[in-house]
């Protein structure tokens, strides 16, 4: 059974078995070549498997659930707590994920860093110019906790928290989205791939609605994630570069969370994350509960507009109560 999973695995393109779960990949072509594919399986097989559980939800490549009144491009709905899906529409399609990126980028902040840490802000801040990029407002040299900058980077959805986090952990942006590609691999996470930690477009950044489901569905294991995607707003203290304290006060651009829109009866929004950009178009990952408190992984890609978004997701989480 092992060096079937292995096997398996390294093909990308049957099922991965876990305690009687499986998964079908994407038949799309995967980013990494077979050799290195069946070199990882080989190697880190322990490290793949603790990324799952038994009661993961099981997708296969060709499902297909009718509703008109969902139009994005992708959506997916996962009864986590059940282990079923609910519904899905282009789960496996590679697109880009724009912000929704940040799931990642906090997951390997909770799994790798000390959040009572103090960052410098580094240079490379400076360098996001991509116009409409969402900024939490810090500067090169100021001195921002871990904690702070996760709060920046998953309320207002900071690009220059992201960069200070990156730069921090690994000294470059580079070095820390090779970092995400091999945490992504460990989850399964075959159809995607990342090449900067906040999401502004690039062509070869994208991922896909089942993949966004295993890495939010791993960060949202922490408690302090929880909390965090959960929080209206933030006020945030600091040091500037001259040491002078700072205070910001970072908002959630989640509707559901400043309640620009409503949750179906029945259902409670714990929180999610939001991703806009012109290739991405509007997306939102989301976790909510039922009434009897099981949990729920919603996604949407690429609605076209904000509203639409909404609307699409509302239509979504409301399969939880219908």
Same mark, same amino acid.
């Given at each position: 059974?092992?060096?079937?999973?292995?096997?398996? $695995?390294?093909?990308?393109? =049957?099922?991965?078995?876990?305690?009687?779960?499986?998964?079908?990949?994407? *038949?799309?072509?995967?980013? +990494?070549? @077979?050799?290195?594919?069946?070199? $990882?399986?080989?190697?880190?097989? &322990?490290?793949? #498997?603790?990324?799952?559980?038994?009661?993961?939800? /099981?997708?296969?490549?060709?499902?297909?659930?009718?509703?008109?009144?969902? !139009?994005?491009? =992708?959506?997916?709905?996962? =009864? &986590?707590?059940?282990?079923?899906?609910?519904?899905?529409?282009? #789960?496996?399609?590679?697109?880009?994920?724009?912000?929704?990126?940040?799931?990642?980028?906090?997951?390997?902040?909770?799994?790798?860093?000390?959040?009572? &840490?103090? /960052?410098?802000?580094?240079?490379?801040?400076?360098?996001?110019?991509?116009?409409?990029?969402?900024?939490?407002?810090?500067?090169?040299?100021?001195?921002?906790?871990?904690?702070?900058?996760?709060?920046?980077?998953?309320?207002? *959805?900071?690009? !220059?928290?992201?960069?200070?986090?990156?730069?921090?952990?690994?000294?470059?942006?580079?070095?820390?989205?090779?970092?995400?590609?091999?945490? #992504?691999?460990?989850?399964?996470?075959?159809?995607?791939?990342?090449?900067?930690?906040?999401?502004?477009?690039?062509?070869?950044? +994208?991922?896909?609605?089942? !993949?966004?489901?295993?890495?939010?569905?791993?960060?949202?294991?922490?408690?302090? $994630?929880?909390?965090?995607?959960?929080?209206? *707003?933030?006020?945030?203290? +600091?040091?500037?570069?001259?040491? !002078?304290?700072?205070? #910001?006060?970072?908002?959630?651009?989640?509707? @559901?969370?400043?309640?620009?829109?409503?949750?179906?009866?029945?259902?409670?929004?714990?929180?999610?994350?939001?991703?806009?950009?012109?290739?991405?178009?509007?997306?939102?990952?989301?976790?909510?509960?039922?009434?009897?408190?099981?949990?729920?992984?919603?996604?949407?890609?690429? =609605?076209? *507009?904000?509203?639409?978004?909404?609307?699409?997701? +509302?239509?979504?989480?409301?399969?939880?109560?219908?």
């Amino acid at each position: 059974m092992r060096n079937t999973r292995q096997l398996l $695995f390294a093909l990308g393109a =049957a099922a991965v078995f876990f305690g009687g779960c499986s998964v079908f990949p994407t *038949s799309l072509e995967q980013e +990494y070549q @077979f050799q290195e594919r069946a070199s $990882f399986a080989a190697e880190a097989e &322990d490290a793949f #498997a603790s990324g799952f559980a038994k009661d993961l939800c /099981v997708l296969a490549a060709d499902a297909s659930f009718a509703d008109a009144s969902i !139009d994005s491009e =992708a959506a997916a709905l996962f =009864a &986590d707590s059940k282990g079923e899906v609910l519904y899905a529409k282009n #789960a496996f399609e590679r697109l880009y994920p724009a912000s929704i990126t940040k799931v990642m980028t906090a997951l390997l902040v909770f799994e790798n860093a000390n959040l009572d &840490d103090m /960052v410098t802000v580094p240079e490379e801040v400076n360098a996001i110019t991509e116009a409409g990029a969402t900024m939490c407002g810090i500067k090169a040299g100021d001195v921002i906790s871990m904690r702070e900058l996760l709060y920046g980077l998953l309320l207002p *959805s900071g690009n !220059d928290a992201a960069a200070a986090i990156a730069v921090h952990m690994d000294g470059s942006v580079e070095a820390f989205a090779e970092r995400m590609n091999r945490r #992504a691999r460990e989850l399964g996470a075959t159809g995607t791939h990342f090449e900067n930690p906040h999401g502004l477009h690039t062509e070869n950044h +994208y991922t896909t609605a089942y !993949d966004l489901y295993l890495i939010f569905r791993e960060a949202y294991r922490h408690s302090e $994630f929880q909390e965090m995607i959960h929080t209206s *707003s933030h006020t945030a203290l +600091y040091q500037d570069a001259q040491g !002078d304290v700072m205070t #910001a006060t970072w908002k959630n651009s989640n509707w @559901f969370l400043t309640g620009q829109k409503e949750a179906p009866s029945g259902v409670a929004v714990v929180g999610g994350k939001t991703g806009t950009t012109k290739a991405a178009g509007y997306c939102l990952i989301l976790a909510s509960k039922d009434e009897e408190n099981q949990d729920y992984i919603s996604v949407v890609l690429k =609605a076209q *507009s904000r509203a639409s978004l909404y609307e699409n997701m +509302y239509h979504l989480v409301e399969k939880i109560v219908n």
